[in-house]
């Protein structure tokens, strides 16, 4: 894992409820589309486009995700790439860009974005002859036929290009960039790739009017290996609302072709004011009608963002943002993953913090959780597909939400972080005892880490044929 322990070794040393490592779903349509998109790798390939802010354009959490869908599926392709630098942002784990010359950008988090977004969320364009974008990969890419598409504007204005793929080159002229129906170039290249880059290329004296280049990056696929490619779309401080600006990404769909699309915001919508956004119900139903018009058996999974605590408070609203995602995705049809509940839920983030899975901002998480958040998004793939593959006839397969008892919000909403409670020793009252009564929130695996046994243990004691609790319920414990 790259962490130096087992995904059940850290499950039990931060707590975590696996019961909700899964997407739930509420029709078997749901759960049969999202099979057979999954299953499109065994004949051809699937694209996995995940979108969401700054946990996922550091690509920690998609890289982990991706390279063991991968080994399940087979590998498309390293998918897309953007020169993070000229965009006056940063690279993301996989390469490293770099760029020449005077660029102006767009992110989907400036709304209304100053220039048209693609499918990708950020735009460089430039007027400076001498402007050139780079990326160097940190580990090169295989010997293999490539097919890779270049996404810019194409008009009367476009400048011609040279793409560079190592030592290769591959020029198109402003003539032939301006006659071509598509805003893209398609390049078949064979061979390791260590770098790909972009230039202007000035071919024309007498240009008819000023030059203008608009890039949105380029997307590389195996041209002859069918398999999964995982496109992470992450653009630092970018709330939910921020997909409903890419406008170019119709257009650049036809090439991408998003088999599923991971929709994974929040935080930025909820952090500065500790409030769910009344608009968000509006948010999601144009979110869906977007991808939908683009591919209208595509899977869309709706997410819940961590446990955040910002300028001395716990951020609650997390609870009902959680609550609300769980409801507008039943009410839309599309899988929910709940990783607020899966990473401990309500003031948890302290015990990532403290077990070097978070940082001390309390907001983002450590490489080793990122890379754990890569871990369980795998498993709740794999988690899903066994199960709407062994039981197709299932209508729904959910968790209900974790019902944060409102005492708790009441008592302590604002204030500095409190000191951690000792947990019951083995000579407890409670666990002498041998009974745990259930409260609000409980899970059977949390009960189990708490007393240092298994679920298959309680549910034997217990004679229980299923995983579902009530509150007030006497649970054995030994």
Same mark, same amino acid.
């Given at each position: ?79 897309? @790439? ?51 974008? +780079?990326?160097?990969?940190?580990? #090169? ?33 402003? %003539? ?11 390049? $078949? ?15 024309? $004296?007498?240009?008819? +009017?000023?030059?203008? =280049? ?17 496109? #992470? ?12 600006? $890419? ?10 072709? #998003?088999?599923?699309?991971?929709? %994974? ?16 119900? %509006?948010? @999601? ?21 961590? %446990?955040?605590?910002?300028?001395? +408070? ?13 409801? =507008?995705?039943? @009410? ?43 871990? $369980? ?13 062994? +039981? ?87």
């Amino acid at each position: 894992m790259g962490i130096g322990q087992s995904l059940a070794e850290l499950t039990q040393l931060l707590e975590l409820d696996t019961q909700y490592c899964f997407f739930q779903y509420n029709s078997d349509e749901s759960a049969r589309k999202f099979v057979s998109n999954m299953r499109k790798a065994e004949t051809g390939r699937v694209v996995i486009c995940h979108y969401g802010a700054s946990h996922i354009q550091s690509e920690i959490v998609t890289a982990r995700a991706s390279s063991l869908l991968k080994e399940r599926f087979g590998n498309a392709g390293p998918g897309y @790439v953007f020169p993070f630098t000229a965009a006056d942002s940063y690279d993301g784990i996989n390469y490293k860009s770099s760029h020449t010359g005077k660029w102006n950008f767009a992110k989907c988090y400036q709304i209304p974005p100053k220039i048209p977004l693609g499918i990708r969320g950020m735009t460089v364009q430039t007027f400076d002859t001498s402007a050139s974008v +780079r990326m160097n990969f940190k580990a #090169p890419l295989k010997d293999e036929v490539y097919e890779i598409h270049v996404f810019l504007e194409r008009n009367d204005s476009t400048p011609g290009v040279e793409i560079s793929i190592d030592t290769s080159k591959y020029r198109f002229t402003s %003539d032939r960039i301006a006659s071509a129906d598509s805003n893209y170039l398609t390049i $078949l290249h064979r061979g390791a790739i260590g770098s790909v880059g972009l230039q202007w290329m000035n071919d024309s $004296l007498t240009a008819p +009017r000023r030059r203008m =280049l608009t890039f949105y990056g380029m997307s590389i696929e195996h041209a002859l290996e069918k398999g999964l490619m995982y496109q #992470p779309f992450g653009v630092g401080a970018s709330p939910f609302q921020a997909v409903l600006y $890419l406008d170019k990404m119709e257009e650049q769909a036809e090439v991408i072709r #998003p088999d599923i699309v991971i929709i %994974d915001y929040g935080t930025n919508n909820i952090l500065y004011t500790n409030e769910v956004p009344s608009d968000l119900p %509006d948010m @999601v139903r144009k979110a869906v009608k977007k991808f939908r018009t683009v591919n209208p058996d595509v899977t869309i999974i709706l997410t819940s963002m961590q %446990d955040l605590y910002y300028k001395k +408070r716990y951020i609650d609203a997390g609870i009902r943002y959680n609550y609300m995602m769980d409801s =507008l995705a039943a @009410v839309h049809n599309c899988l929910y993953w709940n990783f607020y509940d899966l990473s401990g839920g309500y003031k948890r983030i302290r015990d990532w913090n403290e077990k070097g899975f978070a940082k001390d901002d309390h907001i983002h998480l450590t490489q080793k959780g990122y890379d754990l958040k890569g871990l $369980l998004l795998f498993k709740s793939f794999m988690n899903t597909l066994e199960h709407a593959e062994e +039981r197709p006839n299932d209508k729904l397969w959910r968790m209900p939400v974790c019902l944060y008892e409102e005492r708790k919000l009441a008592k302590d909403p604002i204030g500095a972080i409190p000191k951690e409670k000792k947990k019951p020793s083995a000579n407890s009252s409670k666990n002498q005892k041998g009974v745990h009564i259930v409260k609000s929130g409980d899970t059977l695996s949390a009960i189990a880490a708490k007393y240092g046994t298994t679920v298959s243990k309680l549910k034997k004691l217990n004679g229980l044929s299923s995983d579902r609790l009530q509150i007030g319920q006497r649970i054995k414990t030994k």
